[in-house]
């Protein structure tokens, strides 16, 4: 069973945020799109840049590199909003630009390593090595935890 | 194989199967003899035994498989409905509801129905349910034949007659007269019986009835029902002397036990009698939903709410592409242009139409489930009511249909609890016996109103009013000034719900605050009317569909937000010079009333861009009586909006009650003017 799963073959999107390279797995990722006009959302926290309309849809938009407290950047033609999903919660993640579309074999993935930079080590998952290119795999649910939006609009 | 891609199909089906079974049921306990409705009942437990067995809800499957047997035998007519039977069956079925509600929690559908099967399984050994103390309502076992002559039964005026002659002194038989086979002069015979028991006694009923015994249609054998002073024996000697005559069975009737049967009937027959109007509105309903319940005449498909969402998104799209295409034609000027994006205008305008009716459900959907609730509340609290439904098939946006069931349950406790009283209560009063609550749903304008009425002791002012003084909610000065009416919305103040003794005092008011603020976030209101002794009326008015409301839109800097119209009395312009301070509060004089002012720039931190003139704009919102000034930059105007939420995600941010997208495919944010006026 475990042999199985490791010999699997995994979609990921890689996108870049800041110097790093960054992965989500295809099948939370939605859809990708060039900056759209956001809305801002009053009274909630700093990394959440307000809501967009994705065709017809009223989306929250985070924009990660606060989320992971890397210095803010202004948006250029190469910033991509990519709509993840997980359980149901749809949400727009800012990245400076989207990459690639790559298989990676699921026994390629590492566990974090000690030192991955600046960014805070619960939202990462593992580290990928292809060639010379690290991919650092995002933990979608520590990203997204509603729980950090809801603290923050009370508190505030 | 994996079952879990047919359990929303499972669950959907079973809570319509277990409706259709509580509904049928309901109508069985007027009507205990019509065996078509136990066939009815039947076949959806039958299905639901299937499916649960199939789906490998043992548990489920089996008490189903219980509750069939008995219906069997009701079908049957091995054993006789009583009202113990009924509650068994009524019972059963609450446990089932339970069972899949779990399962649709996602649990396994488990539960400890021990109690229920074993009085099934009395039943349906022909014993009582309740096995001791209650021997008496249920037929004892092992005397067949008393069973199937009891199974005539007598209507209220019938009973009447019984009881009367019973106390004159007359005793009742049920003579079953057999002929014998080679009889050739049926009707002869039966006229010969008849003059015999008429010299000797008076007859009540004939089964079946005289006009088809005297044209010879029936089988060997009919059934008389005498009372008369002479004894059982005499009386089958006298008609045995009648030739060609096979048999004479006679039994006496226990009228005690004939009554406990038709308890039940009677009520519908007092009921019919009260209620023709609305009978026939009921039936409609009834029939159309025969009509959608049957497999082969079905003609509509189940959707997920959330595709019909997705397609009104998707349509959203179409008339914002719609406005700039429109745009664009008038730029152009260009004849075949402008013709054909006019055509497309029309065609979406009514696609717009089409898609938000899809999401109208009719209100039945809730109120299916009031009968039973009622029968069992009635039952609890030793009152005898009967629920008058009008209007089930009124329809209502989904979402309003969601969250109107607790309310309702909420205002129909609160009637049969306080408002109609005790029968004996009632009886003293020059009332009937029978309370009758009254629930009734139509559209008006764009509205739907949901009326619940009943003819019970009403609201005591002087309780009331008493009630709030103590509460502090009142002054005595203030309460001589009020009207009844205003006394009356007085229940709904929050004080009134957290004092406990107030359900006797008032007999209302007990969490009623719960529904109003219920119904005044769907954008309803409710209001009350009462006359003391005759009962109250609750008038709920709600809006179609939650989807689409009416809003001013304000900017604010560069941003627009949207405030609901609901919450707004009316807009103001006010010079800076005329703002009064109180309290570290900016408020103004409004009509000689102070107003605080709340300034939205700073509220929704609004980044500042352009300067403030020396007028505000300032939109006067109100929080029930409670009212405050929105200062905004400009009105932009009114606008209906397709109301939306911020996902899933955002769940609440503060002082925003959802969101919409406007006609340039910006999103602009919806005010909750309820979370800034405290």
Do not use: W
Not at chain 1, 2 to 18: G, H, N, P, R, T
Not at chain 1, 50 to 56: A, E, F, K, M
Not at chain 2, 366 to 394: H, S, Y
Not at chain 2, 434 to 450: C, P, Q, W
């Amino acid at each position: 069973m475990i042999e199985q799963i490791e010999q699997e073959e995994m979609k990921i999107i890689v996108f870049q945020l800041k110097d790093k390279e960054y992965a989500l797995p295809v099948n939370h990722v939605k859809a990708i799109e060039k900056i759209l006009h956001i809305t801002r959302v009053p009274r909630t926290v700093p990394f959440i840049k307000g809501v967009i309309n994705l065709r017809g849809v009223i989306i929250p938009i985070i924009d990660l590199r606060i989320r992971f407290a890397l210095d803010e950047q202004v948006y250029t033609e190469q910033t991509r909003i990519i709509i993840v999903t997980l359980d149901g919660m749809d949400a727009g993640l800012i990245v400076d630009s989207a990459n690639d579309v790559i298989d990676i074999f699921m026994d390629t993935i590492e566990p974090q390593p000690d030192v991955v930079g600046s960014v805070a080590d619960e939202f990462i998952s593992g580290v990928v090595k292809l060639d010379k290119r690290l991919l650092i795999l995002l933990n979608l649910e520590k990203v997204l935890n509603p729980e950090e939006t809801l603290l923050s609009v009370k508190e505030g | 194989m994996d079952m879990n891609q047919y359990l929303e199909v499972f669950i959907d089906e079973s809570k319509e199967h277990l409706q259709m079974c509580s509904e049928h049921l309901l109508e069985l306990e007027k009507e205990p003899q019509n065996l078509s409705i136990v066939n009815e009942i039947f076949r959806s437990a039958h299905t639901l035994k299937g499916m649960s067995a199939t789906m490998g809800y043992e548990d489920l499957a089996n008490l189903t498989h219980k509750m069939e047997n008995v219906l069997d035998a009701i079908r049957n007519q091995k054993t006789v409905l009583t009202p113990d039977i009924f509650d068994v069956i009524f019972q059963a079925v609450d446990h089932l509801e339970a069972m899949v509600m779990s399962i649709a929690d996602g649990g396994d559908g488990k539960r400890n129905v021990q109690e229920v099967v074993a009085k099934l399984q009395r039943i349906e050994n022909g014993e009582s349910p309740l096995s001791s103390s209650n021997d008496d309502l249920s037929l004892p076992a092992g005397n067949p034949v008393k069973k199937q002559e009891q199974d005539s039964i007598y209507d209220e005026f019938e009973l009447t007659v019984l009881q009367q002659s019973s106390d004159q002194g007359f005793e009742s038989y049920e003579i079953t007269i057999e002929l014998r086979d080679d009889c050739l002069l049926k009707g002869a015979r039966v006229f010969m019986v008849f003059e015999i028991l008429e010299k000797s006694g008076e007859v009540i009923k004939t089964t079946p009835p005289v006009d088809q015994l005297e044209e010879e249609r029936f089988d060997q054998s009919f059934k008389v029902t005498v009372v008369t002073k002479e004894s059982a024996e005499n009386l089958q000697k006298k008609i045995m002397k009648v030739s060609e005559i096979d048999k004479v069975i006679i039994t006496k009737l226990d009228l005690s036990e004939l009554r406990l049967a038709v308890t039940k009937q009677e009520e519908v027959e007092t009921q019919s009698k009260t209620l023709i109007s609305n009978q026939s509105s009921e039936k409609i309903v009834e029939e159309k939903k025969t009509k959608n319940g049957k497999p082969a005449g079905n003609k509509t498909i189940r959707v997920n709410i959330e595709r019909l969402d997705t397609l009104l998104n998707l349509f959203e799209e179409l008339v914002i592409d719609r406005g700039r295409l429109e745009q664009i034609s008038k730029e152009l000027d260009n004849q075949e242009l402008h013709e054909s994006v006019e055509r497309m205008s029309r065609v979406t305008g009514d696609l717009q139409n089409i898609i938000l009716n899809m999401r109208m459900v009719p209100v039945d959907t809730v109120f299916n489930r009031f009968p039973k609730m009622i029968r069992q509340l009635a039952r609890d609290l030793n009152k005898k009511v009967n629920l008058e439904i009008v209007g089930a098939d009124t329809e209502l946006d989904r979402t309003v249909i969601d969250e109107i069931g607790d309310p309702l349950v909420h205002l129909l406790r609160n009637a049969m609890d306080h408002g109609i009283e005790t029968p004996e209560n009632r009886l003293q009063n020059g009332k009937p016996e029978e309370g009758t609550i009254f629930l009734k749903a139509y559209h008006s304008g764009n509205h739907v109103f949901i009326e619940i009425k009943d003819d019970g002791a009403g609201i005591k002012r002087n309780r009331v009013v008493t009630k709030a003084i103590g509460n502090g909610i009142l002054t005595a000065q203030q309460a001589d000034t009020l009207s009844d009416k205003q006394v009356y919305e007085l229940i709904f103040a929050s004080g009134f719900s957290t004092a406990d003794k107030i359900s006797d005092v008032s007999g209302r008011g007990v969490g009623l605050d719960v529904v109003k603020n219920t119904i005044e976030s769907l954008g309803g209101s409710v209001t009350i009317d009462s006359l003391e002794g005759e009962g109250s009326t609750f008038l709920i008015q709600l809006p179609l569909t939650l989807s689409i409301i009416s809003v001013m839109l304000v900017e604010i800097q560069n941003e627009k937000f949207a405030v609901p119209l609901t919450s707004i009395i009316e807009t103001a312009i006010i010079k800076k010079a005329d703002i009064l301070h109180a309290h570290n509060q900016q408020v103004i004089d409004f009509r000689g009333k102070v107003l605080p002012l709340l300034f939205l720039k700073d509220i929704m931190e609004v980044p500042t861009v352009k300067d403030e003139d020396d007028f505000y704009s300032v939109v006067i919102v109100r929080k029930g009586d409670k009212l405050a000034g929105l200062v905004v930059d400009s009105f932009i105007g009114q606008q209906e909006i397709v109301l939306k939420s911020l996902g899933e995600y955002l769940t609440s941010a503060f002082a925003i009650s959802g969101a919409t997208i406007l006609g340039d495919g910006k999103v602009a944010l919806i005010i909750d003017c309820n979370a800034l006026i405290m």
